[in-house]
C-alpha cells in the first residue's frame, strides 16, 4: 500500500495544486465582481446604448449602406495636418497637401483615417532602412506573388528578382498612374 501511494504522491500533489488554484480563483472573482455578478437574471442593458440610426428595408444591402453618399470628413488642408498630428503624434509625411488634394479629387471618404497604415507601418519604425531593403530583397524571387518597385523618374521600375506575373506589374502601373508625379524616387534594393 505504501508504494501505490508513494507512486501517485506526485499526481496526488499536482491534483491538489490545481484545486487550490480554481479555489483561490473563484475566490477573487466572488470578491471582485460580487455576489450577483454571475446571476442569469441580470438587469436589461443600459438604455444609453444607440439603436441603429437607420432601419433596413426589405431590399436592403450592406453595400448599398457603405458606398452611400456621405460627407467628407475634413474638406481644408490645415485642419487635415492638424487631426494627422493629433491622431498619429507625428507631422504628415512630406507632400501631404497634394496627396490630398488627390483624394479631395477622388472623393476619397474617410480622407484623415489613417489607421491601417498607420498600424501597418508601426513595426518597421524600429528598422533601419538597410535592414527593411535586405528582407524585401530576401522575399523578392518566390512564386509568392510579391513584386519589388522603385520609383526613378516619376516611373515605376520593376526590382530585379521581382517574378510577378505580366497583368500585376501592368496593374501596378496603371494604378500609381495617377499619382507617380508626386511620389519622389526611391533607393533600389
Known sequence: MGRIFARRRPLTLFLLF????????????HQTWGRNALR???PEPPSSWAAPTEQPSENFHGIGYLTRPRTISTTDTHPAVRE?????????????????????ENEVRLIDEFDTIHDLMTP?????????RGRAREALGHSNGLIGIAIRGHKVAFVENSIGAEWQHLATIDMM????QHLPDGPGL
Open 18 to 29: 490545481v484545486l487550490f488554484v480554481i479555489v483561490v480563483i473563484l475566490h477573487r472573482l
Open 84 to 104: 494627422y498630428r493629433r491622431r498619429y503624434g507625428l507631422p504628415p509625411p512630406p507632400h501631404f497637401d497634394k496627396w490630398f488634394e488627390f483624394a479631395q
Open 177 to 180: 498612374g495617377k499619382f507617380i
Open 124 to 132: 518597421f519604425w524600429g528598422l533601419s532602412p538597410k535592414t527593411i
Open 40 to 42: 442569469v437574471d441580470s
